[in-house]
């Protein structure tokens, strides 16, 4: 009789571990939907980092998804621009520092509502905030940065919106638009 409630007990253990584990997730889940992350709940834009990248009040960071801007502080990833584009380090900051006031102007300080690709990662592995990013206009932040000539489909880590993103992409370089365009200064950096 001792040996049954043994095994009685370590079921209701297990049971109850599996119960635990499943109210975490599902918690979780519902935290991650509540707070703005993906809901259309509006999160205030804290600070612009550069022009694909975003502090919200909250203190999370947020990676716009489907887009790349170019680098605008010395990293890795600006020495692998610079080698493969040919362009020289200091030019393609500059073209950072003006995609990154562009954003400022466009987010900073003003409300969005954040969405998750669907069957896409969440985070970064820096832990940003994979989002695409919308005005309470209801503009996606994201396409209008590529549209206006800011920034260019990200190729890398293709989107559910890279099609819509390359026609964007398309019509500003053959506008000139923003970045496409002529930029003062630039000459004497190439």
Request: glycine share 10%; net charge positive.
């Amino acid at each position: 009789m001792f040996g049954i409630s043994r095994k009685i007990i370590s079921l209701f253990f297990s049971v109850g571990f599996v119960v635990l584990v499943l109210v975490y997730f599902a918690y979780n889940r519902l935290t991650d939907e509540s707070n703005g992350k993906n809901s259309g709940e509006f999160v205030l834009v804290k600070q612009v980092i550069d022009g694909d990248t975003f502090i919200l009040s909250t203190g999370e960071k947020v990676r716009l998804l489907g887009i790349d801007t170019p680098e605008r502080y010395d990293s890795k990833k600006l020495d692998r621009n610079a080698e493969s584009s040919g362009m020289d380090r200091n030019a393609i900051k500059k073209l950072g520092q003006l995609s990154g006031e562009y954003v400022k102007k466009l987010v900073e300080g003003k409300k969005v509502r954040l969405e998750k690709e669907p069957d896409y990662e969440s985070k970064d592995e820096y832990g940003r905030l994979l989002r695409y990013v919308y005005l309470e206009n209801g503009e996606c932040v994201n396409a209008k940065i590529i549209e206006d000539g800011y920034g260019q489909v990200f190729e890398s880590y293709p989107v559910s919106k890279t099609i819509e993103f390359r026609k964007l992409q398309k019509e500003a370089r053959e506008k000139k638009r923003g970045l496409w365009g002529e930029i003062d200064g630039l000459e004497q950096l190439k």
